[in-house]
Each structure stands twice: as C-alpha cells, then as structure tokens.
C-alpha cells in the first residue's frame, strides 16, 4: 500500500507547569516534528487556572498515543497507517485483485482514510478486526504524554481513540 510519510524527526518542547505542579518529563520529545503548543505564552494564564481547579475537560485525539508502543515495541498507528495496515490484513486474509489495490493506493495517496475505512468495515471480517484491535492497541503502554497529562487536574477526559491509554493512565493516577 501507498506511504505517506511525514517528517519524524524529533523536537524538544517544554511544558508550563499547571497550578504549581511540575511533572516529571516537563522537557521531552515529541515525534512529527509539532508540538501542541508552540510557546508558553500562547495558553492563556486563565485556562491553567481553570485546569487546576478542575473547570477543564481533556479532550485527546489519536496524535497523543503516538509516542505509545504495543507490545512488540512498536509505535502505536496514526489513523493513515492504521488504515494501512487493515489493508494489508484484509489482502493477507482475502487476496485482493490489481484494480482493487491500484484504487486503494490512489485512495491513500489523496487521504480518503474515511471511504478506505468505510470500505474496509464492510469487506474486513469482524473477527479479524477485533484481533488485529486487541492485539495492536489493546497492549498500548509508554505514553509520556498520558503519563503528564493524567496528573493534572482535569474535570473528566473525553477520547476518540481506540487504545485503552486513557482509562489506564488516569486509573493509575488516581
């Protein structure tokens, strides 16, 4: 299948304390090159002031469990090479024609991720699915981002994300 490759080079960012409380991992490094915060003083005092008295709600998205690995060590998926890999699995499971694959890749390389993943629920077998779920995501641990963020105050977390990062971190911190 069709790579689409971003720069995974690697940046230092630090981060602000919130209401006082410093983190182990205050500097770390975070891959694709971005951080979510670009500088300090683009977050608002009043939003860490909110946080520390548990007036924010978290809202994560699949770009906070990259740093994550499974348990053969692998880094856990973005959403392109998720769906690149269930491709994969449904062409190992059910061999796909030349046409299909050379559509496939087309749909990759323009980042139709939502109709190769429409498709993929309709053609890839539930069973093999729920495994390849299980097995990739389900054993997710290593997230320094998670680690950070499931210390501070937060009034609730909110997550489209299939690995169980959330629930475990912040079971963990309390």
Request: charge should be negative; glycine fraction near 6%.
């Amino acid at each position: 299948m069709a790579r689409l490759m971003g720069d995974v080079s690697s940046r230092k960012i630090t981060h602000r304390s919130v209401g006082g409380e410093f983190m182990p991992g205050e500097v770390h490094t975070m891959s694709f090159n971005m951080s979510y915060v670009q500088r300090h003083s683009d977050v608002p005092q009043a939003l860490f002031d909110e946080i520390s008295n548990r007036k924010c709600a978290l809202f994560l998205g699949a770009g906070a469990s990259l740093g994550a690995h499974d348990s053969n060590g692998e880094s856990l998926p973005a959403w392109w090479q998720m769906v690149e890999e269930l491709l994969n699995l449904l062409h190992a499971v059910d061999p796909l024609d030349q046409q299909t694959i050379d559509e496939m890749n087309d749909l990759m390389k323009h980042g139709e991720l939502l109709a190769l993943s429409e498709w993929l629920d309709y053609k890839l077998p539930k069973k093999n699915f729920s495994d390849y779920l299980r097995n990739r995501l389900a054993t997710a641990d290593g997230s320094i981002i998670h680690e950070i963020l499931s210390k501070k105050k937060f009034a609730g977390v909110i997550t489209t994300n299939y690995d169980n990062l959330v629930e475990r971190y912040w079971a963990r911190a309390g």
